[in-house]
Structures are given as structure tokens and as C-alpha cells.
């Protein structure tokens, strides 16, 4: 009985993975649909299958679970509430898995997660301000400062997304608003804004970019495609997204004065060779504060989970109170 071992869960609108992991990091992984019918109990229900079929065997070592996920979260209760990304809009996890499992089960939105990763396992480890930016189908953000980890009232804090990066703009965000970071660099807005931006854009030639555009078609990886092949209307679209994102990246570092700040999320890690540098250049330029170091997660796509892993070792004391 000498190993601890913790088990780690990043639930995802697509995939759910769970992990087990010790305090050097993540030993096994794996991969399922979250489920997208049944009750509020399905999605609890399928973990805990997961977690006896895989990893039953060493549940007797298992010390604790963390759970990063898609929000909003009602931290009070340690569920999911009214989340638009699932059909399954409100779901339990924290008290049937701890009836279940019998062990400690922890629960965060997966952006602050994230930032909780960042510290015990990326390169937040010497820092006591840290944040983490998301820049995936949405833009989502997590902070440290002065080392709590800040949840807000129910865990939902940080919507970094819905930063305003242009006043008068005319580009609309999923959630209504108009000029949110979200709306511009967002992967599931990118299709919407490059039709808005395509409409009033005068072309010298009518590139596949700009045609793809005019039809909502332009999804990311098509975007950054016709980037990479030169097409001049990606260009432009692209253009606008790296300015969005060094103005949200700015306003974001403005609020929480960071040590660090780490980038991850699908959109950014895959083109990062693009973004990375124009995006960081742009924001210093807006800053009030002194400039922090800025870099790509050493975490990749595992980030939340590394969180989820960090908060089952060692649950950040602001979640603590929810508990009591
Ligand atoms: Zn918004």
C-alpha cells in the first residue's frame, strides 16, 4: 500500500478523459464520449463505470479524484449548471461520485483547473500569480494571485472571453454581446465573424478564403489553412484575431498583474507558429503593469487534467470552504 495514486477527469462537450496519476505527474489515460442523453445522473453514472473498469483495481490506493469541466459549475453543490455546450444541461458529479467512490471528489471549471495545473506541474511551479488563457471553441481564462486560486461565488469567475476588444464593433459573440474577444477569436464564433467581416470586405481578388467566408464555411482549420497557403483574406481574418487577442491578452494581464501567464487551447497550440509572437508584441504594447512571462503551456492538451490531477493532491484552500 505504499503508492498514493489520484484519479483526474476533464469533462469536455466532446470528450471526457480520466487519468490516474501520483504527485510526478499522470501514469494511464483515457479517452470516451461524454454522454449527450439522459438525466443529471448520466454523466456521474459513466464515470464511475469508467473508473471500476479501468482503474478499479487500484481503488483501494486511490487517495482523492479532481474534476475539471465544462461550466457554469455551482461550486456550492459541486454540479453543472444550464451549461449551453451539452444536452445534457445540468448534471451532478461531486456528491453521488463521493457516495460512490468513497473518497474526496473536487470539482472546478477546467480554465481555473487549468491555472491550478500551471502551477504544480507547468511553469507556475516558482510563482505565486499565475494565469492560464484557454483559446479553444471559446476563450476561458483561470487565475492565481498571491497564491489563492480565485473561484468566485459559485466557480465561475474569469469570463475573459466577454472582454470588450472593440467598443463599436459590429461582429456579435455566441453570447450576445458585440466586440467580446470570444466573438473574434473564439473557434465556434470564427465562422459567424469571418462571414460579418467577409460582407464588407472589398476585395482585389476573390480568394477560396474570402468565397468559403461569404458561405459560413470558414471553420479554423480551413481559416488557418488558406493562411498558411497565403491566401490574402485569411490573412486579414487572422490579422483580426491576433489584434483581439493582444488586446484581451492585455486587459486580462492589466487585471490580475501575473508573474506568468501560460496559453494553451486547441486554436492556439496548433497554430502557434502564427499567433504566438504577433499576439504577445501587440499585448505589451497595451500594458500598465510590468510585463510578465508570457509562454505556451509546457502542458499542451493535458493542462486540464494536470489540474483536475493538482486539485485531487492538493485542493486549492479557497474550494475548501465549499466543503465545510
Ligand atoms: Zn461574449
Redesign the pocket.
Given at each position: 500500500m505504499a503508492n498514493e495514486y489520484y484519479l483526474a477527469i476533464d469533462i469536455g462537450a466532446t470528450n471526457t478523459r480520466i487519468a490516474i496519476g501520483s504527485r510526478n505527474g499522470i501514469i494511464n489515460k483515457i479517452t470516451y464520449r461524454t454522454p449527450r442523453e439522459g438525466n443529471e445522473l448520466s454523466i456521474p453514472v459513466k464515470i464511475y463505470e469508467e473508473i471500476k473498469k479501468n482503474y478499479g483495481k487500484y481503488i483501494d490506493q486511490i487517495k482523492a479524484v479532481g474534476i475539471g469541466t465544462i461550466g457554469p459549475i455551482d461550486l456550492r453543490r459541486g454540479r453543472v449548471v444550464n451549461t449551453p455546450n451539452l444536452p445534457i444541461h445540468t448534471f451532478e458529479l461531486r456528491d453521488p461520485l463521493m457516495e460512490w467512490l468513497k473518497k474526496p471528489v473536487y470539482v472546478l471549471n477546467d480554465a481555473v483547473s487549468g491555472a491550478w495545473g500551471e502551477k504544480f506541474f507547468g511553469l507556475g511551479r516558482n510563482y505565486s500569480n499565475i494565469v492560464y488563457i484557454t483559446m479553444s471553441t471559446g476563450i476561458g481564462g483561470g487565475a492565481i494571485v498571491n497564491d489563492h486560486l480565485l473561484l468566485g461565488k459559485m466557480g465561475n469567475a474569469h469570463e475573459i472571453?466577454?472582454i470588450v476588444v472593440k467598443y463599436d464593433s459590429d461582429i456579435k459573440?455566441?453570447?450576445g454581446?458585440y466586440g467580446?474577444w470570444?466573438?473574434y477569436a473564439g473557434g465556434a464564433n470564427i465562422p459567424r465573424t469571418a462571414r460579418v467581416l467577409a460582407e464588407k470586405y472589398k476585395p482585389l481578388i476573390e480568394t477560396e478564403a474570402y468565397r468559403e467566408a461569404l458561405r459560413g464555411e470558414l471553420t479554423p482549420p480551413k481559416l488557418f489553412e488558406y493562411f498558411r497557403r497565403n491566401d490574402l483574406f485569411a490573412k486579414y481574418v487572422v490579422e483580426e484575431i491576433i489584434d483581439a487577442s493582444a488586446a484581451g491578452l492585455a486587459t486580462t494581464i492589466n487585471l490580475y498583474d501575473p508573474e506568468v501567464v501560460t496559453i494553451g487551447g486547441s486554436i492556439y497550440l496548433y497554430n502557434q507558429d502564427i499567433l504566438k509572437e504577433p499576439i504577445i508584441r501587440k499585448a505589451l504594447k497595451h500594458l500598465v503593469t510590468e510585463p510578465p512571462i508570457i509562454d505556451t503551456t509546457p502542458l499542451g492538451g493535458d493542462i486540464v487534467l494536470y489540474g483536475a490531477l493538482a486539485t485531487a493532491i492538493n485542493p486549492p484552500e479557497d474550494l475548501l470552504r465549499f466543503y465545510r
Open positions: 472571453g466577454h459573440c455566441g453570447c454581446g467580446h470570444e466573438a
